[in-house]
């Protein structure tokens, strides 16, 4: 697997840098089950505004698993800000997907001052929804796509490789013993995004985020299964920009 490694928090994290090296720091963690290249389609229009950082959660893709305790979401945070040291990123707009929007969040309530702005994409702190209605209301939000003459995205077998089989499954046992932390996220101060699929079961719990948060600006994106980056991957990087570009980083 192609990437640079650090070693925090004892584990050894694969992580990319991509963009101009002088580029405002974004830093992004992926949904469950996949790893850093699943953000490939987004990198084209990312990397021409942002320095992003990318990484494989521990225990996924070409990442190290470390003990079992660590497999929580405040870890993953944890390890994001390790990361973003060893990088030189003091802070950075932190933007997560799904199982990555969890990490996100934990990330804006223990990292707070490293944060410039806070992106929440295909969001809830619930237990997640069942995969086969998850499923169904993907392949409904794929039929409206391509009934608009949308060309669907291709994602490659690459992006859900990983190293450790057992540890990549225990990297998505994180939501387990969790609670949510929704109403947490009302101390949040800095400019944050949510968006949700239209067709994403997590919608209603996004809508809670979002009224919950203060300074949240909300999106339904249309067309859009859970996985926004596997159905849209241009209208996530999109917001991600011109979301940045409304709020500079203070």
């Given at each position: 697997?192609?990437?640079?490694?650090?070693?925090?928090?004892?584990?050894?994290?694969?992580?990319?840098?991509?963009?101009?090296?002088?580029?405002?720091?974004?830093?992004?963690?992926?949904?469950?089950?996949?790893?850093?290249?699943?953000?490939?389609p987004t990198m084209d229009r990312l990397a021409s505004?942002?320095?992003?950082?990318?990484?494989?959660?521990?225990?996924?893709?070409?990442?190290?698993?470390?003990?079992?305790?660590?497999?929580?979401?405040?870890?993953?945070?944890?390890?994001?800000?390790?990361?973003?040291?060893?990088?030189?990123?003091?802070?950075?707009?932190?933007?997560?997907?799904?199982?990555?929007?969890?990490?996100?969040?934990?990330?804006?309530?223990?990292?707070?001052?490293?944060?410039?702005?806070?992106?929440?994409?295909?969001?809830?702190?619930?237990?997640?929804?069942?995969?086969?209605?998850?499923?169904?209301?993907?392949?409904?939000?794929?039929?409206?796509?391509?009934?608009?003459?949308?060309?669907?995205?291709?994602?490659?077998?690459?992006?859900?490789?990983?190293?450790?089989?057992?540890?990549?499954?225990?990297?998505?046992?994180?939501?387990?013993?969790?609670?949510?932390?929704?109403?947490?996220?009302?101390?949040?101060?800095?400019p944050t995004l949510v968006a949700c699929g239209r067709?994403?079961?997590?919608?209603?719990?996004?809508?809670?985020?979002?009224?919950?948060?203060?300074?949240?600006?909300?999106?339904?994106?249309?067309?859009?299964?859970?996985?926004?980056?596997?159905?849209?991957?241009?209208?996530?990087?999109?917001?991600?920009?011109?979301?940045?570009?409304?709020?500079?980083?203070?």
């Amino acid at each position: 697997m192609n990437g640079s490694i650090a070693e925090v928090n004892g584990v050894r994290l694969r992580y990319r840098i991509d963009g101009k090296q002088d580029g405002e720091p974004l830093a992004l963690v992926n949904m469950a089950t996949v790893n850093l290249g699943a953000w490939d389609p987004t990198m084209d229009r990312l990397a021409s505004r942002f320095r992003v950082l990318r990484h494989d959660v521990r225990g996924t893709g070409g990442s190290t698993g470390g003990v079992r305790e660590g497999y929580t979401f405040s870890q993953y945070a944890d390890d994001v800000a390790a990361l973003m040291d060893h990088v030189g990123m003091a802070r950075a707009f932190v933007v997560g997907i799904a199982y990555g929007a969890r990490t996100a969040g934990r990330f804006a309530l223990l990292h707070a001052p490293r944060l410039t702005r806070l992106g929440l994409f295909d969001v809830s702190f619930a237990q997640p929804v069942g995969r086969e209605a998850r499923e169904a209301k993907g392949e409904e939000a794929r039929a409206l796509l391509a009934a608009a003459g949308e060309p669907p995205v291709a994602a490659r077998k690459d992006w859900f490789k990983n190293l450790d089989r057992e540890t990549a499954r225990l990297t998505h046992t994180a939501h387990q013993d969790e609670p949510d932390i929704t109403e947490a996220l009302a101390a949040v101060v800095v400019p944050t995004l949510v968006a949700c699929g239209r067709q994403d079961l997590n919608l209603p719990q996004a809508e809670r985020i979002a009224r919950t948060v203060p300074e949240a600006e909300f999106h339904v994106m249309e067309m859009t299964g859970h996985g926004s980056t596997f159905f849209r991957p241009g209208l996530v990087a999109d917001l991600i920009a011109s979301f940045a570009d409304r709020h500079p980083a203070g």
